[in-house]
């Protein structure tokens, strides 16, 4: 399954985030920045990548767990659907989404 993952998407705002998880037909690959220990989970869209702002630090896997539990609530997806790949312990980070209709 991962060999189909289509790792050039970013998408430009939320609405197109959302609409990217309730109409894609297979997994696909997101590379992300990650600030932590901000003042509030956020979540920013730049011309060539995703910011997540995230309140919690980046201390024993603290952040990472939030990124998803933060990333399942916007985008109504399970945790499960959400896996970090790489980037455990760095601000860049790619990540995995699944979409709930391949579950």
């Known amino acids: 399954m ?6 050039n998407i970013i ?5 197109e985030f959302l ?4 109409n894609s037909s297979c997994a696909f690959k997101l590379q ?12 920013e869209f730049h ?6 702002k995230i309140s919690k ?3 024993d896997g603290q952040a990472n767990k939030e990124i998803i539990k933060y990333l ?3 985008l109504n997806l399970p945790k ?6 790489n980037g455990e312990k760095s601000s860049l980070k790619m990540l995995l989404f699944t979409p709930k209709t391949l579950q």
Do not use: G, M, R
């Open 57 to 59: 630090p980046a201390v």
């Open 19 to 22: 609409n990217l998880i309730k």
């Open 47 to 52: 011309d060539n990548y995703i910011k997540l």
């Open 32 to 43: 992300i920045k990650v600030s932590a220990n901000s003042k509030k989970n956020s979540i």
């Open 11 to 15: 998408p430009k705002s939320l609405e």
């Open 80 to 85: 499960n659907n959400i896996q970090i790949l």
């Open 2 to 7: 991962l060999n189909d993952v289509n790792k």
């Open 72 to 74: 399942s609530d916007i």
